[in-house]
């Protein structure tokens, strides 16, 4: 039973365009959600955050925007680069379980030159 | 300088072995974790803690047992190993205060079991 669900396993997108990552969740109970980026034979770094009471994040190249009623959120990646080729990670965590994160499947980002 | 760092980085073993990976991290956060990433590439949750308390996923075999000597490590212990174990365990370390949901992770250890 998947919390969070990362339905789109890859995404292609050429260099300086937007990149945009979708994440949906089912649990009403999740506060505060996060995106990892992940380079292989390393661990998750983390990217971006956002608390159930806002509805976007900024930070630079990558925004994150939150749709609760449709318990949806996105990461959108503007303009991609090819550094940024690698699998991202939607995670949520329930305000009722610690520090403790859902992680969604990952979505593999590949940024062609 | 690593943050969050795990020994070893492979350990290959047989079925029925009980081995240990360790997990040390630099960074003063008083929470760590560890998580399983299955073959489908899932991270999954396995335990969360602090000096205070240590939570346990439910659907963690109770194989597997963490163990503190002090706040900067978080080892993990793992009994009668099984072929199912196979994955890449990563530990992660967090400071609870503000959200304290930004975990920082290690580079992972690859285990299989033959």
């Known amino acids: 039973d998947q919390q969070v669900k990362q339905n789109s396993p890859s995404l292609s997108v050429q260099e300086g365009r937007i990149s945009i990552l979708n994440c949906d969740y089912t649990n009403s109970m999740f506060d505060y959600f996060l995106w990892y980026k992940k380079y292989p034979a390393e661990g998750p770094t983390f990217l971006i955050s956002i608390s159930s009471i806002k509805d976007k994040n900024e930070d630079g190249r990558f925004t994150v925007f939150l749709n609760k009623s449709a318990k949806h959120l996105s990461l959108h990646i503007v303009p991609s680069q090819p550094g940024d080729s690698a699998v991202y990670f939607c995670?949520?965590?329930?305000?009722?379980?610690?520090?403790?994160?859902?992680f969604g499947g990952g979505t593999r980002l590949m940024v062609k030159p | 300088d690593t943050a969050v760092s795990q020994t070893p980085k492979y350990l290959v073993t047989q079925m029925g072995n009980d081995k240990s990976i360790k997990c040390e991290q630099n960074?003063?956060?008083?929470?760590m974790y560890w998580y399983k990433q299955d073959s489908k590439k899932f991270l999954k949750i396995m335990f969360s803690?602090?000096?205070?308390?240590?939570?346990i996923n439910e659907t963690v075999p109770n194989r597997f047992s963490p163990k503190s000597p002090d706040k900067a490590h978080l080892n993990l212990h793992i009994n009668s190993l099984e072929l199912g174990d196979s994955a890449v365990y990563f530990c992660?370390?967090?400071?609870?205060?503000?959200?304290?949901?930004?975990?920082?992770f290690g580079p992972g250890t690859r285990l299989t079991v033959t």
């Open positions: 960074l003063g956060h008083d929470t």
């Open positions: 995670a949520a965590r329930a305000n009722n379980a610690g520090n403790m994160l859902t």
């Open positions: 992660a370390s967090s400071q609870l205060g503000g959200t304290g949901s930004e975990q920082y």
């Open positions: 803690y602090n000096n205070k308390e240590l939570i």
